[in-house]
């Protein structure tokens, strides 16, 4: 029996930030000064490095005397990091900020807060607004509300994406032939993939409207290679789920009807878009598994 006095463990962190990052210092470090100013600091940075070995050094002596940072690294892949982070999570919520998003000072007392009221829920989602207010990297539902298969495309991003621990363990992580890195064409939806596997268990998820991350508008640069790709992915998700044809249908009509109208505006940049998201869905619906079975089986 030992005969050295125990000493008391530091409580675990309420929420582990887990950020993936790869090819971004200013971005990280606009990231980290808003964890700086959070009113509830109760959390843990998961920091899954991508980069050259060393490259984030400086940056890491610059914070890690203000902030608890779990500094790792992951092979590439957004999804395998996120993995990899989830394992090495203290906290018993989650969150999955990208390297170039930035916390409003009161963020994660209001993740924490709300988790507190709505013990049903298993995942809360937000959206996510430029510095000026406008809505980023997607439309968004317009009020407060629970998330399901119908709603579910528009329920956020992974910036806005807040998680129970043990749920995001329960449902395997995120899928690794999904999202951007992956070693396949499907380099999206993996976190619409990750909340209808949640759903598919049974398990809550509920919107707030209120609840934003903030994130700079996606630069023009590359819109019509990143529609392609980002449709390839939507296709797969659609048939992992089992969406049918009519609902397929439905979505490429969609497309065709945004695409018309943009034709109309001579807005042919738009047009392009659409087009390429009509293409690119039906490629990635009707693509077989990674194991060469078809998908959805």
Known sequence: M???????????PLVSLLVCTKG??????RLFDSLLVQTCRTFEVVLVDQNEPGLLEPIMA??????AIDHIRS??????????????CRAGLVAFPDDDCWYPDGLVAEVVRLFAEHPEADAV?????????????????AADQAVDRRNVWFAGNSNGLFVRAAAARAVGGFDESLGVGA??????GEETDFLLRLLGQGRGVVFRHGLVVHHDQVAATGRHRRAADYARGFGRVLRLHRYGLAYLGFRLARFTASGGRALLRRDT?????KALWAIGTVAGYCAGRTDGAPAGE
């Open 2 to 12: 030992s005969l050295e006095p125990t000493m008391p463990s530091a409580p675990p």
């Open 269 to 273: 940049g738009t047009a392009l878009d």
């Open 62 to 67: 610059r914070y890690r005397d203000r902030l």
């Open 183 to 188: 070693s396949t064409p499907f380099r999206s």
């Open 75 to 88: 092979a590439p892949g957004l999804s395998r990091a996120r993995n990899v982070g989830l394992a090495r």
């Open 24 to 29: 971004r210092s200013a971005q990280l470090e």
């Open 125 to 141: 989602t937000g959206r996510t607004l430029d510095a000026t207010g406008r809505e980023s990297l997607g439309a968004f539902l």
